[in-house]
Structures are given as C-alpha cells and as structure tokens.
C-alpha cells in the first residue's frame, strides 16, 4: 500500500476529546473516526488490525474445536420474555419497532436467540458437547461511552456458546476456553490476567474476567501478591476477622445531640469506627431498602444488587427515606416495621455495637445480633480495597487498574431452565441443557492493546496484529535511484509475502519517520543516497533505538526472519 494514496491522514497533536492514551493514538494514526457518541467507523489501517485479531480469534476457537454460525442482530421481544433478561439489562437495550408495530432488540448479546436454535437441534447427549461462537456487531446503549474503542454503544464481539450434559462438561469447555483466551490474548502481544468478576446482567454464579493492567483502566483489580487470589474490585472478597468472644452486654440509650455521621458517633463516644453500625438508605425497584454494614466498611453496591436480586439500585433520597419512617443520621434495624433490611455478615461476628435509635439525636449501646435485630438478607455486601487482608491467605491486597478484555462466564441452567432447553439422556430422561457464554470485544482489545504497547512516539503493535510488517521509507525520491531501487524493493518485499506500507510521499525524513513510528509499523526500511552508497539499506526494529545497514543483495529474503517480525507466541 502506498501511503499517498491512503485515506486517513496523521495528527501531530492528539484531538482534545480524546480521553485516554489509545484513544488519543488511534486518532492520531488515523485509525478509527468518531460518527456519533460511542460510535467510531474503523479506516483502512485500523479495520486491518482489528481483521488480524479477529483471524487470531477465529484459529484459536477453530483449535478448541468450536463451530462458527452467524447469528442475528435483530432479536424479537419474545424470546427475551421467555428469560425475563432484558429486564436486568434495562435501559442498555437498544430497542425498537417494526412497521408492524412489533417490538424488537438490537442484540447486546446472544443467549436467547442460541438457546432457542440448540433446543429445536440438539436433543440428544449425542448431540453434546456443543461449542458454537460468531463474531458479530453487539448494541449497549453505554450510559456513559468513553475512551474511544474502550465503552462503545456498537462493537464487534466474539461470543461462544457452550452446551454440556452436566457440570463436569462444563467444567471442561470452561477450561479449553480459559486456555483459548490465554493463547488470543498472548498472540496480540497483550498480557491479560484472570480475575474473579460478577456475572451482572448476564447471569449464573462463576464468572471470570480477563484483564489488561492499565492506568486507564475502568475497573479496579484487587490481587494478592502472597497466594495469587485476584479478583475484579466489584466482585473481590476479603477477611473480615475473627467472630468477638466478648459477652453481649445490656442494651443502653445515649443521647447523641447533632450527630450524624460515623466519623462523628465515633468522636463522640470514644470507640472505634469498627464499633458501630452504619445504615445506608437504597432505593431499589421503587422500594426503600435500609443495608447496614460495620461503621468502617463501605457498601459494594455490585454485591448489594445481585443481593436483592435488582438491576436498578440507587441510594434514597431524603424524601423516599422519610416516606419510609427512617430518621437519617440515626437509623438502624433495631426494631423497624415495614422496611426491607439487608446486612452484611459483618454485622454478626462483632458484639456490642453502637447503632442507631431510629429517633433523632438518639443512639444505642451494645446492639447484638441475632438478639436485638434481624435482617431480611445477611450476606457479604462488603466492598474490599487495597491493605485488607486477602480471603484465601490473610496478605494485604494489591489494587491495580484494568480493561475488562474478556468475560467467560458458567451460566449452569440459568437460561436452558426458563426457556425449556432440555435433552434426553441415555435412558430417555430429560435434563436442562448446562450453559456457559465467553465473550471478547475486538475493538476493546485493539485498545488495550495500545494502552499496554506505546511510547512516546506512537504504537508498539506486536507484529502479529500490526496492519502492516513493514515500512518502506526512500528519503530524497527526487532521486532516481533511491526512487528506482524502492520500487524495486516494494514488489519484492510484497513477491515475498510481506506487507508494506511505502512511503511513496515526498516529504522530509523527520515526517516520515514520525508517521512509521506513529503507526507502529513493527520494522522500518530506509533507502537514501547515503544507505545506496554501501549498496545497503537501513534495518531497524520499531522498539530499536538504531538502525543497521543491510546489504540490498539477499535484503528481501533475510528480512521475513527478523526478530522484530517474530509473533509474540514462539
Ligand atoms: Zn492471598
């Protein structure tokens, strides 16, 4: 390909909305353009990259032994009821009408519509083991897009299906897949770690995210640097102490006028944060839920929803609190009538705490439970940070950012269960088909790719996903020799199988050099008066500081085996 005739242009400087360091070198390189909110075209240099890994993609599921089909982007209403999913997914559902008047979804994923195909195919343990994936374009209406390629509205994603017999097969799949992800995400040049994740809207129990560690990161990852554990911050556990042996005392009211806080109750009577209980007021499905926790710990509000089982959760407003007999600053469970309750397991390993009087200026000492309160849930609703103890070996936590670049998830009997997905087994029993789903965002990748591979000068793409290999760079064209022998060099190199880019522009070296470094261009060759002297031209590796002079005879055969080319797998 001839530079001069490409479509995209490079920007000396980053556009100013561009948020992170791969939104912004993206741009600049002319690889995507913005069309609306969430929303990018992908130009000629970056529909390259992103074909590369989508082939990675497609090999590594081939080799796992999975089949491809194509499945719909419009999804009937229907088939969703059938699940009641899209109720979770709310309003991140593109939804519209037909001509008839028929509601219908714009897929952000693609249980249902599989579900309903492998329940009318696949109706025997014959049948089973199912791997099924495609590559397709998913809808999110993302409240808040971000990050160029990072939060879309419209992407490209693979999305594998697993169908087993029981959960010993699921295991399985789940494993090859584990595997699979490891060798795409190695391919790309791009290290992702595994981490414990929530299942979300999507459903089930188990679910893992892969994550490329970055500073742009979205997500927080929590590890242990003692025993391995790690797990996204929305999801991580950790230990909470020993149950207190201490004997429960006599419950005791103390005035507390003007207090509100916990920083505040705990000033003022002189005990510990970890003394008291704090309560939260949360507005969950138009009802008012009242969580309380130990006063020093926070509320993870992703444990608190899958908790309560509520997609939409939000704290309450003063009114909703009111309306429902709460007396802010001196609420607790202690004796509420009416109101949902939900406590972390926290509450129940301390003894003697100070809790609110649900009066105001009003607190109360030595509030244990089970003899004083209950809850309707006590569960972990705590959210874990960095310095806490890790939940398998005790060693503080370790917080890192991360971009989510995979999500696997064992869905078990979650969907196959509501959409009647059975198959019959040797002795003509019928059983609920055992699901797991693995997706990974093409385009996110691509990104985090750049967030994890750069300098100061542009993009470091590994030479397995580069758009092109090299970078045929004459400087002084006006030359007829320089012109004459790159051109040459130019079907040769592409005679041999290897994919230039040829700076055919007549521009100064410091622009071209600039553009190749830019684009990251994994291996850059020079041709000037200078090199054709020595009857050479200049080799140098992207991630080299300096070139080296090769000799023209023999240049285009050496040149397939430089190290700069070596895919990251070998
Ligand atoms: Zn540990």
Redesign the pocket.
Known sequence: MRVSRLLSKTLRQPPAEADTVSHQLLLRAGMINQVASGVYAYLPLGWRVLRKIESIIREEMDRAGAQELFLPVLQPVELWEETGRHLGFGPIMFSLRDRRDHQLFLGPTHEEVITGIVRRHATSYRDLPLLLYQVQTKFRDEPRPRGGLIRVREFHMLDLYSFDADDAGLEHSYQRMLVAYQNIYRRCGLPALMVEADSGAIGGKVSHEFMALAPSGEDEVLH??????AANAEKAAFQKGTPSLEEPLPLKEVPTPGVVTIEDLARFLGVPRARTLKAVFYSCCDEVVVASIRGDMEINETKLKRALGCPELRLATEDEARRAGLVAGSASPLGLQGVKTIADDSVARARNLVAGGNRPDTHIRNVNYPRDFTVDILTDIALARAGLP??????E?ASERGIEVGHVFKLETYISEKMGAQFQDQDGNLHPLVMGCYGIGLGRLMAAAVEANHDEKGILWAPTIAPYQVYLCPLLTEQAQVRDTTERLYRELEAEGLEVLYDDRQESPGVKFNDADLLGIPLRLTVSPRTLKQASAEVKGRKEKDGQLWPLEGLVTRLRHHPALASPEA
Do not use: A, H, K, S
């Open positions: 242990c640097p003692g025993c391995g554990y890790c939940p398998c070996c005790g060693r936590l």
